[in-house]
């Protein structure tokens, strides 16, 4: 035991030089990763507001002048971007809307007084998240054809709600399980009634989970591209789907497409950073907080 | 109704510990309390869910389903079959199960999903979240929103982006490797789709091992240090038995999503010569650009058991290794507290 007595001050003065240059190395391979990351994405933010000349060269000419004429050519050149992009905003929007609607009454009852059961309905939602999306496409596919409802934008808004809702429910209880029941149990023995509690109580306390879970709803259906890919045609398209095919037409003229692409990421962009802090917590269905 | 009903069953122990936990809460204060105080009856509680369960049930499971009975059919979006399918039995199954087509389309999928999931983002993003525990703040916050921007954009833009990156002319990695006229995509179409995977999902990863790392407590990890442990032997006494759960759960996640991820044919088109044609791409191929709905949908529905195969197996791990982690936690406690001593004498 006084050899470890002895070899312990030595071993502590030792380590921490040692530690902090391993650190030093990680932070800068952390850093090369980092770039590596970004890299594509300043590409295309940068190439956006070059002009299509500046933007064709090779090696890309970083420091060219910029210019909004990328951005101009998508919006006013030829194909009207407008209606796709409107496409994209009602079936994220609208689908987010009732996504809530119908999750917070469901994870409501599943998690702040909890009947019996309940693991059950938890579960299965869970479950329905093991299905992969291309499975049911097909026969969606089919039955969208029957009733006409092909190249329909409300396809899209019913099944983007679909898709989310279990996610969605996860999301909430975990965020309503951290209300404490006492103070329901308190309103309640006020006399405030069920409506009262959830207007005055809950949705106030757990805004920053109702706001997250909407912005990864949000996300999720604005990014969905297979099932917006096959099930829309002309006037249903959304902006992802757009995109595609813009960049096989208009990929010669690089500046205009990358202004394309920016426009089609600012939203998600936006609400990505938004509900950064809690992206794990829903997207792992609660397991992490 | 049994491939639904069977990972519910299965699940308790599922995504992490909190469903388990919550369970095992509710039961304790289940008995104890008046269930209504809040005043939220059985009927309306039922009612708060039922909206929910039906459109779930009807836009999600009962699609599955059908793809069942499709793969039945000699079915077409056109020509003779397309008018009046024919019930033709288990066929379309069997030739799956007998083409080398699906065969190859399986393995790729094994091994995209092995590389650019299990190893690549599982890995990448565990490093870099052991970097940000000590990291300034500012560095963390900034690496993060780096790396999350992969993770956030849509499926269409990455691929363009990819596209233009590794394009042959003026591709910008030809011009920084100096390699005139390589055709990246056309090459080496599985390293393509593995590194862009890895490139797009190794955020998540990342934000779930951070918080994971959280849960260590920092005491345990001084203890290790000050006996004089290196940092991977403090890893793997200290570290991975408290996370265990959480690597298994992220591990369940990224591989179901990568099973299923289609984008790759943004990438690739699944070409050349099906060399990069993953399960997804395979049946988005046959059944939409081909019009073969029956076979098609068969193959979905072997997607579909591939699924659940993967999530039994890792929900298996999560629950046989109860115990094995609650040795291990005790080994990393006995150790710790050896430790102790010997920093005390």
């Given at each position: 035991m006084t050899a470890a007595v002895a070899t312990r001050p030595t071993t502590h003065a030792e380590k921490e030089p040692r530690k902090s240059h391993a650190n030093v190395y990680f932070g800068v391979i952390a850093w090369i990763i980092g770039i590596i990351f970004v890299v594509p994405v300043l590409f295309m933010i940068l190439t956006s507001f070059h002009s299509e000349a500046d933007a064709s060269t090779n090696p890309p000419s970083v420091g060219a002048p910029l210019t909004l004429d990328g951005y101009r050519e998508f919006f006013s050149g030829g194909i009207d971007p407008w209606p796709y992009l409107a496409n994209s905003l009602t079936a994220s929007v609208l689908s987010t809307i009732i996504v809530l609607a119908l999750a917070i009454p469901a994870a409501y009852a599943c998690s702040i007084r909890p009947v019996r059961k309940w693991t059950d309905v938890m579960f299965f939602f869970l479950s329905t998240k093991m299905l992969p999306p291309v499975a049911g496409l097909l026969p969606i596919y089919l039955i969208a054809q029957r009733i006409n409802?092909?190249?329909?934008i409300f396809l899209l808004v019913i099944l983007y709600t679909s898709m989310n809702l279990p996610i969605a429910v996860w999301m909430m209880r975990s965020f309503l399980a951290e209300i404490p029941p006492a103070i329901l149990e308190a309103a309640s023995i006020d006399g405030a009634g069920l409506l009262y509690q959830m207007r005055r109580i809950i949705v106030p306390i757990s805004m920053p989970g109702i706001a997250a879970t909407s912005l990864i709803c949000f996300i999720f259906s604005w990014n969905e591209l297979l099932f917006a890919r096959v099930l829309t045609g002309v006037s249903a398209q959304t902006g992802p789907v757009f995109l595609t095919s813009f960049v096989t037409s208009q990929g010669l003229f690089l500046a205009k497409v990358c202004a394309a692409a920016t426009i089609v990421s600012l939203p998600v962009l936006i609400a990505g950073f938004a509900a950064q802090d809690k992206l794990v917590q829903g997207l792992s269905l609660g397991a992490v907080k | 109704m049994t491939l639904t009903s069977k990972p519910a069953d299965a699940?308790?122990?599922?995504?992490?510990?909190p469903g388990a936990t919550d369970v095992e809460r509710a039961q304790k204060r289940g008995p104890g309390r008046d269930p209504d105080v809040v005043g939220l009856g059985r009927g309306r509680a039922s009612l708060f869910v039922a909206p929910a369960l039906v459109l779930v049930g009807v836009f999600l499971v009962f699609p599955a389903l059908w793809t069942l009975y499709l793969g039945l059919l000699d079915y077409s979006l056109t020509g003779a079959s397309a008018q009046s399918p024919t019930f033709i039995g288990a066929q379309n199954y069997t030739d799956a199960l007998s083409d080398p087509a699906f065969t190859k389309a399986l393995y790729l999928t094994l091994l995209y999903v092995g590389f650019s999931a299990v190893i690549g983002q599982n890995i990448l993003g565990f490093l870099l979240a052991w970097y940000f525990r000590t990291a300034p703040r500012a560095v963390r916050t900034t690496l993060n929103v780096l790396v999350l921007l992969a993770w956030i954009l849509p499926g269409s833009v990455v691929a363009f982006l990819w596209q233009a990156l590794l394009d042959r002319r003026d591709g910008i990695l030809n011009t920084v490797l100096q390699t005139t006229g390589v055709a990246w995509t056309n090459d080496h179409p599985m390293a393509v789709i593995v590194i862009f995977n890895i490139w797009r999902g190794a955020a998540f990863s990342m934000l779930l091992y951070a918080a994971a790392l959280n849960t260590v407590p920092t005491s345990h990890l001084e203890v290790a240090r000050m006996a004089g442990a290196r940092p991977w032997q403090q890893l793997r006494d200290v570290v991975l038995p408290t996370v265990r759960r959480h690597v298994l759960t992220n591990t369940l996640l990224i591989t179901l999503w990568t099973f299923n991820d289609f984008t790759p044919f943004l990438l690739t088109g699944g070409g050349p010569n099906h060399e990069s044609e993953t399960l997804p791409v395979y049946i988005y191929s046959t059944a939409?650009?081909?019009?073969d709905l029956g076979y098609g949908s068969a193959i979905s529905l072997l997607l579909l058991l591939a699924n659940l195969v993967i999530a039994v197996f890792y929900i298996r791990l999560l629950r046989g290794g109860d115990d094995g982690s609650l040795k291990a936690q005790q080994r990393a406690e006995r150790k710790a507290r050896r430790a102790e001593r010997a920093v005390a004498t």
């Open positions: 409802m092909l190249d329909n | 699940e308790p122990t599922a995504v992490g510990g939409i650009l081909h019009g």
